[in-house]
């Protein structure tokens, strides 16, 4: 899974990742495990696509929250707005 090169926050790529003693790239022997600073989620690997598809699957899900997040933020301040004008109208009659 390719992730969304768009972050949201700097923060939201940092990654940490560990690789085990028998790790080794020249050998195939490739396991760790890796865990995303802010939210905590963390993921055994053993090979690299496993690692690379961790960052992808948690980069995109980042990105939809946000979206989602930013969307809910927006349809608040609409509905704040629409109150403010029926009451200024509303004020403006009596």
Do not use: I, W, Y
Not at 16 to 43: N, P
Not at 57 to 71: G, Q, S, V, W
Request: charged share 30%.
């Amino acid at each position: 899974m390719k992730p969304d090169p768009s972050p949201n926050n700097l923060l939201d790529l940092v990654f940490v990742v560990q690789f085990h003693d028998r790790a080794d790239a020249g050998s195939g022997c490739f396991t760790g495990r890796a865990e995303h600073l802010m939210s905590g989620r963390s993921k055994g690997f053993e090979t690299p696509e496993e690692l690379v598809d961790f960052f992808g699957r948690l980069m995109n899900r980042l990105n939809r929250d946000h979206k989602k997040h930013r969307a809910k933020n927006t349809a608040v301040q609409r509905s704040k707005a629409e109150r403010g004008c029926r009451a200024g109208a509303s004020a403006r009659r009596f």
